[in-house]
């Protein structure tokens, strides 16, 4: 659309005034006077709104457009990314959000608006947008991670400064399809394997932040357990060795040879007798430092390989993973 082809646009009353605290609209009496960009309506769109709040029934359209206005015309409109924009079928979306621009300042000459903008999925305050074919990850910026990025299928995507799913009797997030659909997409394309889920602290996925897959608690449980039974087993056979060390200690402290003059027995080693109880010393220092290891994992197995050590478990009492 070139310039002289621009619509002129009508400023709504609500966008004029200034970031100021409006006494008349304590109690949610009248809407407040913060100043907020005018949005530019697309022809394919049907545009329900209130304030700053939208909500937007058209195509899917991702784009982060801010145009610019000059005494309520639009200057120029940059061009709208997403399927919609690029004219394909069956890509028909709802935006709902509110906040336009978020906390970009809305700038005013003479009152009017001169800052115009379509979705910005960087900078509107919260959003809900359904889409049923879309780039979903490309419209919100997000890592690929292990799942990937999902191109030209149908989306939901939900953002704000913090979000909260609440659910009274549990919440569960599933990857996949319902127990009675067949193994398909909303387009009818397989899905293939099964596909899992992310947890991305900070959309970032390189380096020391690298994506590892979550541990199966009981399955850990059970390989540890088995480990501290072969620690356990190792210790005993070092008790063993040292036990029967002690007994070939005693034998060699006793330990005479027969003189070849009459056959009379020998006496003991005197270099020998003084060793005997610096090795015997030494096998009740092992033994005892045996029968620690044995104590502590004990005590490891029961704090944390055993429900009943309550929060030093090491399985969540309520969340599960496959």
Known sequence: MTRATQ????INDGQAGSITRNLSSINNATQPLDPYPLYVKRGAE????????????GTDRIGKTTDRLKNGTVLETPVDKGRGAMGEDGAHMIDLFVG??????????DGKTIV????????????I???????IDDAFGLAPGVVGQSTGKSGIGIKADAVRIIGREGVKIVAGVSKTEPNKNSRKVSIGRPRGIDLIAGNQTDEELALQP???G???VDCLTKIMDNVDALSQTVDGIIEEIGKINTDLAAHIHISPFFGAPTSTSPNFQGAVLTHTIALEQLSFAVGTIKGSNDIIKFKYLN?????????SNFNNTN
Not at 46 to 57: E, S
């Open 307 to 315: 429900s009943t050590g309550k929060s030093n478990y090491i399985c």
């Open 116 to 127: 115009a903008a379509g979705p910005n999925f960087d900078l509107d305050s919260a959003r």
């Open 218 to 220: 009981n399955s850990l």
């Open 46 to 57: 049907r545009l329900q709104q209130h304030g700053n709040t939208y909500i937007i029934q």
């Open 214 to 216: 979550l541990v199966k």
């Open 129 to 135: 947008y359904i889409s049923q074919k879309v780039d």
């Open 7 to 10: 619509p002129k646009i009508e």
């Open 100 to 109: 336009a621009q978020g906390f970009v300042p809305v700038d005013k000459v």
